[in-house]
């Protein structure tokens, strides 16, 4: 046998191997067209998120920004500190977090899954008394749970376009906001309150140092 045919024959299996283990996606295709495919279309995860709608972007801005303050502040934390148990009583760093984006999640996918049914609605609300609270991810450290926190404004903004026809002062479907303009204003002080509650843990004389 010739090495050219060896060549040529081996390069064959070898293609046909690559193409069982990663199957073709046509870049003129979406996921969401056909909700049974389960293959993904890479380049639109590469892709950045259609526009958030002019009338929305002052307030998701605001939203956003709290936000990020929020991650700031849980970057920083080690994951015995994420976990620190107040003898008062009160919340744990971590709670807060899930507590905060929880919400935002809940609220915003209910909204888009009630426009699109293809989009779920993701409840992830840690249980409300410190007594009842399992935390999602207790081996985290700040830095992964502030990672989380951003996904969430990810997925809220990837999918505002549905909003598009959605008035600032008219009461978004499915949810018992008055308005959008009120749901996107309490997102913005939920951040900021629940973060500010969190920086009070950190004078505690039980609080961890590390």
Same mark, same amino acid.
């Given at each position: 046998?010739?090495?050219?045919?060896?060549?040529?024959?081996t390069?064959?299996?070898?293609l046909?191997?690559?193409?069982?283990?990663?199957?073709?996606?046509?870049?003129?295709?979406?996921?969401?067209?056909?909700?049974?495919r389960?293959?993904?279309?890479?380049?639109?995860?590469?892709?950045?998120?259609?526009?958030?709608?002019?009338?929305?972007r002052?307030?998701?801005?605001?939203?956003?920004a709290?936000?990020?303050?929020?991650?700031?502040?849980?970057?920083?934390?080690?994951?015995?500190?994420?976990?620190?148990?107040?003898?008062?009583?009160?919340?744990?760093?971590?709670?807060?977090?899930?507590?905060?984006?929880?919400?935002?999640?809940?609220? &915003?996918s209910?909204? /888009?899954?009630?426009l699109?049914?293809?989009? $779920?609605?993701?409840?992830?609300? *840690? %249980?409300q008394?410190? !007594?009842?609270?399992?935390p999602r991810?207790?081996?985290?450290?700040?830095?992964?749970?502030?990672r989380?926190m951003?996904?969430v404004?990810? &997925?809220?903004?990837? /999918?505002a376009?549905?909003?598009?026809?959605? $008035?600032?002062?008219?009461?978004p *479907? %499915?949810?018992?906001? !008055?308005s959008?303009?009120?749901?996107?204003?309490?997102?913005?002080?939920?951040?900021?309150?629940h973060?500010?509650?969190?920086?009070?843990? &950190?004078?505690?004389?039980?609080?961890?140092?590390?």
């Amino acid at each position: 046998m010739s090495p050219m045919f060896q060549y040529v024959r081996t390069s064959v299996l070898v293609l046909a191997c690559a193409s069982a283990a990663y199957p073709m996606v046509s870049l003129g295709e979406s996921p969401l067209e056909d909700p049974q495919r389960q293959d993904v279309d890479a380049v639109a995860l590469l892709e950045g998120p259609t526009p958030v709608p002019v009338h929305l972007r002052e307030l998701f801005d605001r939203m956003e920004a709290a936000n990020r303050r929020s991650q700031d502040v849980f970057r920083k934390l080690s994951t015995a500190q994420m976990n620190f148990t107040p003898s008062n009583g009160t919340h744990t760093p971590r709670w807060n977090a899930e507590h905060m984006a929880g919400r935002q999640l809940l609220f &915003f996918s209910q909204i /888009y899954h009630s426009l699109d049914p293809r989009i $779920p609605v993701i409840d992830w609300n *840690p %249980a409300q008394m410190p !007594p009842d609270y399992k935390p999602r991810h207790p081996e985290w450290g700040g830095k992964e749970e502030a990672r989380s926190m951003q996904r969430v404004d990810d &997925f809220c903004r990837r /999918y505002a376009y549905l909003l598009e026809t959605t $008035p600032l002062d008219a009461k978004p *479907p %499915a949810t018992n906001w !008055p308005s959008l303009k009120a749901l996107l204003l309490q997102m913005e002080r939920h951040y900021d309150e629940h973060t500010a509650n969190v920086v009070k843990k &950190f004078d505690r004389p039980d609080w961890p140092q590390q």
